[in-house]
Antibody, heavy 116, light 108 residues
Framework: QVQLQESGPGLVKPSETLSLTCTVS????????WSWIRQPPGKGLEWIGY???????NYNPSLKRRVTISVDTSKNQFSLKLISVTAADTAVYYC??????????WGQGTLVTVSS | DIQMTQSPSSLSASVGDRVTITCRAS??????LNWYQQKPGKAPKLLIY???SLQSGVPSRFSGSGSGTDFTLTISSLQPEDFATYYC??????????FGQGTRLEIK
């Protein structure tokens, strides 16, 4: 059973960088796509981007300028960095396994609040 | 981006009812359509993939249909644990994958 667990600060100041890591257990990260999805409180789901285990990435055009996703296969982890955050980036952030557009495993999610 | 529109946005129903939720894409997505269920405070769960294929472990009262631009999720006989928010999602044209706005299914 694949499990994903997000980790990182729950509070980030405006204009700073949001950094999260996802640890994958119960399976190897060295296959599939691995994505980040976020959900502002009380709102819908927004796909941020994915990384393939080889390192190739694809991002949501609406966030592309600010997002970087990276992978560390030796640690079975992948990470998200979002620069220049504002209150609009406050959301629950999920790391997920992406079967090329179908999300079959989700982390429990972590709330990141952007506030001074 | 392909826009996904669900209807209704919210729905009240009773245990045992048959319920249908509709999802419309802004252009044809053939059958690249998935459905998810989300309960409060929890991550979404995959129910249906490729428009009509039931994910392993999902009860058979859930079914999906449609192709092109119009899709439906049907719950044949509502159970208490089915009250949740449901999202459709397209993976035909990426990036980005896009989700519908959600349909909140409430107890009448």
């Amino acid at each position: 059973q694949v499990q994903l667990q997000e980790s990182g600060p729950g509070l980030v100041k405006p204009s700073e960088t949001l950094s999260l890591t996802c640890t994958v257990s119960g399976g190897s990260i060295s296959s599939y796509y691995w994505s980040w999805i976020r959900q502002p409180p009380g709102k819908g789901l927004e796909w941020i981007g994915y990384i393939y285990y080889s390192g190739s990435t694809n991002y949501n055009p609406s966030l592309k300028r600010r997002v970087t996703i990276s992978v560390d296969t030796s640690k079975n982890q992948f990470s998200l960095k979002l620069i220049s955050v504002t209150a609009a980036d406050t959301a629950v952030y999920y790391c997920v396994r992406d079967l090329g557009g179908t999300i079959d495993y989700w982390g429990q999610g972590t709330l990141v609040t952007v506030s001074s | 981006d392909i826009q996904m529109t669900q209807s209704p946005s919210s729905l009240s129903a009773s245990v045992g009812d048959r319920v249908t939720i509709t999802c419309r894409a802004s252009q044809s997505i053939t059958n690249y359509l998935n459905w998810y269920q989300q309960k409060p405070g929890k991550a979404p769960k995959l129910l249906i993939y490729a428009a009509s294929s039931l994910q392993s472990g999902v009860p058979s009262r859930f079914s999906g249909s449609g192709s092109g631009t119009d899709f439906t999720l049907t719950i044949s006989s509502l159970q208490p644990e089915d009250f949740a928010t449901y999202y459709c999602q397209q993976s035909y044209s990426t990036p980005p994958i896009t989700f519908g706005q959600g349909t909140r299914l409430e107890i009448k």
